[in-house]
């Protein structure tokens, strides 16, 4: 399972989450998203950890806490939808 986390600095890296989250267990996967047109980072991230256990002490810590100057949102991340995953228009259509 992965954990959301939200409202993050633009400034952070997939190096400084992992820091972070290697605090509350083993970090598998850390996915933060860039925005297209700038390539800056769009304020939320997704880390994937080993255990179960491991993810929810990093959520039941980290959430609400302050980090790089915002306070962090930190939660179960919430499987995709099939509607949000697929657009009601195709590009060739433009």
Not at 27 to 47: C, I, N, W, Y
Not at 59 to 74: C, N, P, Q, S, Y
Not at 87 to 94: A, D, L, P, Q, T
């Amino acid at each position: 399972m992965s954990v959301y986390v939200g409202n993050l600095s633009y400034d952070v890296t997939r190096n400084d989450l992992e820091q972070v989250f290697a605090e509350y267990g083993n970090v598998s996967r850390v996915s933060l998203p860039t925005d297209r047109e700038t390539g800056r980072p769009r304020g939320f991230a997704f880390v994937d950890m080993t255990g179960d256990s491991e993810e929810q002490k990093a959520i039941e810590t980290l959430d609400g806490a302050e980090w790089m100057g915002r306070e962090m949102k930190v939660n179960k991340a919430r499987p995709r939808s099939e509607s949000s995953s697929n657009s009601s228009y195709s590009r060739s259509s433009f």
